[in-house]
């Protein structure tokens, strides 16, 4: 099974900046079926990214995905305020779907 | 665009089973996977398993194998998640989410959850 791991734990930032997140899994993804989430408090999640660097319908442009292999980085290029949220990556497409345990954007 | 409307917030006994339904609504799809994910209180997302209605296909976290049924009803576009044996551990909110079919390596398999519903509070309480 393909562990994700997120980091950091939580990134202080403020409006306007650029926001780099990292997911690192423990074998390759050779799919590239790695999808992004954002959730913010008392809601559900909402997919931002795809295929690692496809974005969902609706999703702004400031938000884009890389990465391949074992290394993947969803970046958020000017931070808005609604974009302080907790963002998870998940695995798919196969028997075992995981998750990262969660990168929390808080405001500095 | 999908609409998913889950069933309400459930109150249980230890020892007890609940299950939670998922009806989803505003597109005529054919091919679609259902997936469950659970989330307790002040922590991540939790992976419980999925279903493919048009193959049958489910596959279940390891973890919940044993105690975790998962069904669909194609005529209703719903997707049910039982859960028996349940301890105070089992107090999520528990998250239904539909997505596409993509390929696998031991064929199809859901793919991203493009849409999620609501979620329902399931509280495990003596």
């Known amino acids: 099974e393909i562990v994700l791991t997120q980091s950091p734990g939580t990134l202080y930032m403020s409006p306007g900046e650029r926001a780099t997140l990292s997911c690192r899994a423990s074998?390759?993804?050779?799919?590239?079926?790695l999808a992004w989430y954002q959730q913010k408090p008392g809601q559900a999640p909402r997919l931002l990214i795809f295929?690692?660097?496809s974005r969902a319908t609706g999703i702004p442009d400031r938000f884009s995905g890389s990465g391949s292999g074992t290394d993947f980085t969803l970046t958020i290029s000017r931070l808005e305020p609604e974009d302080f949220a907790v963002y998870y990556c998940?695995?798919?497409?196969?028997?075992?779907?995981?998750f990262g345990q969660g990168t929390k954007l808080e405001i500095k | 665009q999908v609409q998913v409307m889950q069933s309400g917030a459930e109150v249980k006994k230890p020892g007890s089973s609940v299950k939670v339904s998922c009806k989803t609504s505003?597109?005529?799809?054919?091919?679609?996977?259902f997936t469950w994910v659970r989330q307790a209180p002040g922590q991540g997302l939790e992976w419980m398993g999925g279903?493919?209605?048009?193959?049958?296909?489910?596959n279940y976290a390891q973890k919940f194998q044993d105690r975790v049924t998962i069904t669909a009803d194609e005529s209703t576009s719903t997707a049910y998640l039982e859960v028996r044996s349940l301890t105070s551990e089992d107090t999520a909110i528990y998250f239904c989410?539909?997505?596409?079919?993509?390929?696998?390596?031991?064929?199809?398999?859901?793919?991203?959850?493009?849409?999620w519903g609501q979620g329902t509070l399931v509280t495990v309480s003596s």
């Open positions: 989410a539909r997505g596409v079919v993509v390929a696998g390596h031991k064929g199809a398999e859901p793919g991203q959850l493009d849409s």
């Open positions: 505003g597109d005529s799809a054919v091919t679609y996977a």
């Open positions: 279903i493919i209605p048009l193959f049958g296909t489910t």
């Open positions: 074998q390759s993804i050779i799919t590239n079926y």
């Open positions: 295929g690692a660097s």
């Open positions: 998940q695995k798919y497409g196969s028997s075992r779907p995981t």
